[in-house]
């Protein structure tokens, strides 16, 4: 099930790169809060991939040109401005997507509707810091404004239409930009210019093309899973 | 999902629904799964097979295979061979479904209860100054941060006894 296993990867491949923080966060609270974004995505993630199949063999047994996730959610934390434009973008996106697809009456419509409410406090929560970094030191200002270039790149994939969601997908584009864009304006930043994709590879997760940071993601991910089956503590 | 048509409850329905109700939420052990309104439903299959319907607070949330096992344990110690305990998402979980017990027993241990959600369901409610600080019953509180010790709560102090406290976050 193809949408099952683009939505589930999405889901997934996010929410380990967001447990990639425990440790690292800058502070306590935030160390909680990217945690139980994490933890969300993660919930999310077995409902949705249990639709597609037997969730730990898809989780851990895939190879990388398996996983349908976009582009965007594998990309590395980078410093806290990336991790959070990248939030901004995907939770945004993500929160606009569930929404849709709870007003259907498609496979995915119970999840969307309660994994809404979740994304929305994520949604909420990137916007609060978009806010902070954009309209407060000169230093936060500028690494926001590179880490929301940087990804902008990744972001044309997220419109790519998913076959088995039933989605008005330029009408979703449509609103994104005009949410991000008002966020932006808000923290005094504006919205990247520049291609949406690379002319080299941005813009194919959902054909399962990923860029070069996945591998050893996956490689961390899975390797507990690979190295002793069935472990179980 | 393939609901059954709902048919009254039996008595023995009733008492075993009471029971699996009455098994204290994991995490928040002041109140019970009755009074969080996450036991959706409870019916009797065949003689000695139990089917339970349990509903997660969040999609993510790591209590529900406790609470499960909970459930089971209850049940079997009450002579139910066979229980299995079903987890449903729809129609979604939201703060309104737990008791005005539950709110009372939170508040009382130290948690802000959430408020009754806006008509506009889903979302944050956004900075809201009227929660009331658990404590010292003060309304000056201010958000720390939207996550706290679990996904369900947010972080807030109060800014009258200076205390920090946990809020049982709208969903």
Same mark, same amino acid.
């Given at each position: 099930?193809?949408a !099952? +296993?683009? @939505?589930?990867?999405? &889901?997934? =491949? /996010?929410?380990?790169?967001? #447990?990639?923080?425990?440790?690292? *966060?800058?502070?306590?609270?935030?160390?909680?809060?990217?945690?139980?974004? !994490? +933890?969300? @995505?993660?919930?999310? &993630?077995? =409902? /949705?991939?249990?639709?597609? #199949?037997?969730?730990?063999?898809? *989780?851990?047994?895939?190879?990388?040109?398996?996983?349908?996730?976009v582009?965007?959610?594998?990309?590395?934390?980078?410093?806290?401005?990336?991790?959070?434009?990248?939030?901004?973008?995907?939770?945004?996106?993500?929160?606009?997507?569930?929404?849709?697809l709870?007003?259907g009456?498609?496979?995915?419509?119970?999840?969307?509707?309660?994994?809404?409410k979740?994304?929305a406090?994520?949604?909420?929560?990137?916007?609060?810091?978009?806010?902070?970094?954009?309209?407060g030191?000169?230093?936060?200002?500028q690494?926001m404004r590179r880490?929301?270039?940087?990804?902008?790149?990744f972001?044309?994939?997220?419109?790519?239409?998913?076959?088995?969601?039933?989605?008005?997908?330029?009408?979703?584009?449509g609103?994104w930009?005009?949410?991000?864009?008002?966020?932006?304006?808000?923290?005094?930043?504006?919205?990247?210019?520049g291609?949406?994709?690379?002319?080299?590879?941005?813009?194919a997760?959902?054909?399962?093309?990923h860029?070069?940071?996945?591998?050893?993601?996956?490689?961390?991910?899975?390797?507990?899973?690979?190295?002793?089956?069935?472990?179980?503590? | 999902?393939?609901?059954?048509?709902p048919?009254?409850?039996?008595?023995?329905?009733?008492?075993?629904?009471?029971?699996a109700?009455?098994?204290?939420?994991?995490e928040?052990?002041?109140?019970?799964?009755?009074?969080?309104?996450?036991?959706?439903?409870?019916?009797?299959?065949?003689?000695?097979?139990?089917?339970?319907?349990?509903?997660?607070?969040?999609?993510?949330?790591p209590?529900?295979?406790?609470?499960?096992?909970?459930?089971?344990?209850?049940?079997h110690?009450?002579?139910?061979p066979?229980?299995?305990?079903?987890?449903?998402?729809?129609?979604?979980?939201?703060?309104d479904?737990i008791?005005?017990?539950?709110?009372?027993?939170?508040a009382?241990?130290?948690?802000?209860?959430?408020?009754?959600r806006r008509?506009?369901a889903?979302?944050?409610?956004?900075v809201?100054?009227?929660?009331?600080?658990?404590?010292?019953?003060?309304?000056?509180?201010?958000?720390?941060?939207?996550f706290?010790?679990?996904?369900?709560?947010?972080?807030r102090?109060?800014?009258?006894?200076?205390?920090?406290?946990?809020?049982?976050k709208?969903?």
């Open positions: 099930m193809t !099952a +296993l683009a @939505l589930g990867d999405d &889901a997934l =491949v /996010l929410s380990h790169r967001l #447990g990639e923080w425990a440790g690292h *966060a800058p502070v306590l609270e935030e160390e909680v809060a990217l945690a139980n974004i !994490a +933890l969300d @995505l993660l919930g999310q &993630a077995r =409902v /949705l991939l249990s639709l597609a #199949g037997d969730e730990d063999e898809l *989780a851990y047994l895939r190879e990388e040109r398996a996983f349908r996730n582009q965007l959610v594998e990309q590395p934390n980078g410093d806290f401005a990336h991790t959070i434009a990248r939030q901004l973008y995907f939770s945004t996106y993500q929160e606009l997507l569930y929404e849709e709870a007003r009456d498609g496979p995915f419509a119970p999840l969307a509707a309660k994994a809404v979740e994304v406090y994520h949604r909420d929560h990137a916007e609060q810091w978009t806010l902070r970094l954009g309209d030191t000169e230093e936060s200002h690494r880490a929301l270039d940087a990804l902008w790149r972001t044309g994939e997220l419109f790519e239409p998913v076959e088995g969601c039933e989605v008005e997908w330029s009408a979703l584009h609103a930009l005009s949410r991000v864009t008002a966020v932006l304006t808000r923290a005094g930043l504006s919205l990247p210019e291609p949406r994709r690379g002319a080299w590879a941005a813009g997760g959902r054909q399962g093309i860029t070069e940071p996945f591998g050893p993601m996956l490689a961390q991910m899975q390797h507990l899973h690979r190295s002793h089956p069935g472990a179980a503590w | 999902m393939v609901t059954p048509a048919h009254a409850p039996t008595a023995l329905e009733e008492e075993l629904r009471r029971l109700g009455s098994v204290p939420d994991p928040l052990p002041m109140v019970s799964l009755a009074e969080l309104g996450v036991l959706r439903g409870l019916r009797v299959l065949a003689p000695g097979r139990v089917e339970v319907e349990l509903t997660p607070t969040y999609t993510g949330c209590a529900v295979e406790t609470m499960a096992a909970d459930i089971e344990r209850v049940l110690d009450r002579g139910v066979e229980v299995e305990v079903r987890t449903v998402l729809a129609p979604p979980w939201t703060t479904a008791s005005a017990e539950g709110r009372r027993k939170l009382e241990s130290g948690i802000a209860p959430p408020a009754p008509a506009a889903g979302g944050p409610v956004p809201e100054l009227t929660v009331r600080c658990p404590h010292c019953g003060s309304t000056e509180t201010t958000l720390l941060s939207r706290s010790s679990t996904a369900c709560k947010a972080l102090r109060c800014e009258t006894c200076r205390e920090p406290f946990d809020h049982f709208e969903l």
